[in-house]
Structures are given as structure tokens and as C-alpha cells.
């Protein structure tokens, strides 16, 4: 297939897929964007590469082509934007592209990446397309979004006293990654009623959204890196400290067959647990459920101080631990 017909591929599966703020999409020199009236543009890039961030062997191509879009949708949900358009630049091996066997694996790609795109009103408007050096798919999407201008959620805004939100629940991308290495394949039939954190993790946009719409968060961050990783980004965007709660922190039920320990493990540095953490001032009402999704407390921030820990795990007994962050890379080749 050259890249002609791939591409002409692309915009047909695309063609029916809409976005109010794509003018003009797939097929000219440029894509036509045209935010809101009264907006500012976010942008974000993610590298999906190929035996650093999936698994040929392990992940179904559905789910690479979700969650290549899935990582920044959950940036663009941490900074309450709304998603307007992607752009994809893929390069594909060679024997990817060398029989309708192999292509079945880019046609499933985009089967994936459209469906969470249809969810979002996202649609894909560009891109560019070359045959991989290597054996090793890589993809880098682009993605924009709009926000009213000046009201974008940012890390900067935490204050001393202000508590600490989590939306959903943690540990269950790591769980379902581990469980999957264990088997050491994907389950032939994907199960509609059993959620897959890790293979199709679904970003907090409408979350992020309302936090912006209704003014709740002083600060917002997604911890696509892990709690203890992302924490320690949000506490240093914000000079604060912050204490968590070990009792409280929400854990996913796929760390339930797990010792205590390693559930926390998992919870707290596992990763890809693509929910958002939020700052709001303790005067302020958050709700139970945003967009259906629970809303845990799980700590306060505190006033940064000198050879003080930055970030501090209140264990069950009324034990205090330094929380170092550990967010870790599950692919890391080294
Ligand atoms: P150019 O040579 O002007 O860059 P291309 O032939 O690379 O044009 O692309 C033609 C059209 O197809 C453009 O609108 C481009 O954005 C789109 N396109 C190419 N590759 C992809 C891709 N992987 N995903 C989405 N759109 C793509
Ligand atoms: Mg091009």
C-alpha cells in the first residue's frame, strides 16, 4: 500500500467524524482550526513508541490507537480544555504495510483511536505518514484544544490548606499491566463490562471541564506518571507541601487481589492511572461525583518548608513517611 492509499484510508475512516472547530480537515496543505469566540488554544505532544510505551505482542492495536489519543486528552482534561483536533504523524514499518494481513493491524489502530475520538468530539485533522526505519511503529500525536481565555486549570495555583482531590480510582493500570505480562497476552475477547485501565484508560475531560465551568480547583494536574510523581510536579508548580492520607487514597479493584502493601505500591507510583489530582480551598463544596466519576479527599497541602519533606504519607496507625516520587516506566528497555 503506498502512502497515498493509507492516507486516503485515514480520511475515509475519519470522513464522518466531526469537530466544530475543524473548518477544513485531512486532504489540503493545511487543516483550517477555528477556536470559539472568547478562547485561547492548548496544545500538547505525545510520542507513542513501540517497545517503550506498548507491547506489539501484548496490546491489541485497538487499544495503541486509544491510548496514543488517550495521553493528551488526559492533559488537555488537567487543564479544563475542551478537545478540538489531533494530528497524527505515524511511521510504519515496511512489513506493516506489505500484505492485507499485516495492514488489518492499522486499520484496527485507527478503529481504536476513532472510537475514543467519536467520544470526545474530537476529530483527526491531519497528520503525515513515512515508512519506519526500523521494525518499530512510532507515533506522535498532536493535540489542540481551547479554553476561555486566562482560565486554563494550571499546576501554579495551589495555596497551604487547601485540600487535595483525586478523581476515580488508582493502582488498577498497573494491575491490569502486570496481570497482563503475567498471561503474557491480551484476552482474545475484550469484555464491555469489565473496565481496562491500562489498555483503554479513559481521560477525565467533562471532570476537568466542570472544575473549570464551576471555578473548584485552584490547581489541576493529571498523574499519567503516578500520584507520588505527579504530586511532587504540583507541589514544586506551587511551592507547597502536601500531606496524603494513606487511608483515604481510592484504590481500583484490580489491586484488590493484591497484599495491602502492594496495592498502595501500585496506587501510589504504579502510573497510567490517566485521573486528575486537584488543589481546592476546604470553603469550597467539591462534589461526591463529577460526570460520574467519584471525587476522593485524600490530603491537604501544606506551607513548603525548609529540610521539611516536600510530600508526607500519613500511615494508618498515625504514622508520618517521607513519600518520595517513584512514578515508573513500565517499557523502560534498560
Ligand atoms: P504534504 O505533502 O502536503 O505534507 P501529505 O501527502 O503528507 O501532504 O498529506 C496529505 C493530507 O493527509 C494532509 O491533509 C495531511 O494532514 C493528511 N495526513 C497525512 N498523514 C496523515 C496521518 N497519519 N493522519 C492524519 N492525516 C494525515
Ligand atoms: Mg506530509
Not at 468530539?121 to 484544544?145: C, K, N, Q, R, Y
Amino acid at each position: 500500500m503506498k502512502e497515498l492509499a493509507l492516507i486516503e484510508q485515514i480520511r475515509r475512516s475519519f470522513a464522518a467524524s466531526r469537530s466544530k472547530a475543524v473548518a477544513l480537515g485531512i486532504g489540503d496543505d493545511c487543516a483550517i482550526l477555528r477556536p470559539p469566540a472568547g478562547s485561547e488554544v492548548l496544545v500538547t505532544t505525545d510520542f507513542t513508541l513501540e517497545g517503550k510505551h506498548f507491547r506489539r505482542d501484548l496490546h491489541p492495536p485497538e487499544s495503541v490507537g486509544h491510548r496514543c489519543l488517550a495521553r493528551g486528552l488526559s492533559d488537555l482534561a488537567a487543564m479544563g480544555a475542551t478537545p478540538m483536533a489531533a494530528f497524527l504523524s505515524l511511521a510504519l514499518p515496511a512489513s506493516l504495510l506489505a500484505d492485507p494481513k499485516s495492514r488489518t493491524w492499522i486499520t484496527r489502530f485507527f478503529k481504536g483511536l476513532r472510537a475514543l475520538a467519536d467520544q470526545h468530539h474530537i476529530t483527526l485533522a491531519g497528520g503525515d505518514t513515512a515508512e519506519s526505519p526500523s521494525d518499530a511503529i512510532l507515533a506522535d500525536i498532536v493535540l489542540l484544544g481551547a479554553a476561555p481565555i486566562g482560565r486554563s486549570l494550571r499546576r501554579s495555583g495551589a495555596k497551604p490548606g487547601d485540600a487535595l482531590y483525586v478523581t476515580g480510582s488508582l493502582g488498577g493500570a498497573a494491575a491490569e499491566l502486570s496481570s497482563l505480562f503475567t498471561l503474557n497476552t491480551f484476552p482474545a475477547k475484550i469484555s464491555k463490562t469489565v473496565n481496562h485501565p491500562q489498555t483503554f484508560p479513559q481521560p477525565r475531560i467533562a471532570i476537568g471541564q466542570a472544575l473549570l465551568r464551576r471555578k473548584l480547583a485552584t490547581a489541576c494536574i493529571d498523574i499519567s506518571d503516578g500520584l507520588s510523581t505527579d504530586l511532587a510536579h504540583l507541589c514544586r508548580a506551587s511551592n507547597v507541601a502536601a500531606e496524603l492520607e494513606q487511608s483515604a487514597i481510592p484504590l481500583h479493584p484490580l489491586t484488590r487481589k493484591l497484599a495491602p502493601d502492594a496495592a498502595l505500591n501500585l496506587a501510589l507510583h504504579g502510573g497510567e492511572d490517566y485521573e486528575l489530582l486537584f488543589s481546592a480551598p476546604t470553603s469550597t463544596r467539591i462534589p461526591h461525583q463529577l460526570a460520574g466519576i467519584p471525587i476522593t479527599r485524600i490530603g491537604q497541602f501544606t506551607r513548603k518548608q525548609a529540610k521539611r519533606p516536600l510530600m508526607t504519607l500519613l500511615g494508618l496507625e498515625g504514622t508520618r513517611a517521607t513519600l518520595e516520587p517513584h512514578g515508573w516506566e513500565h517499557f523502560s528497555l534498560s
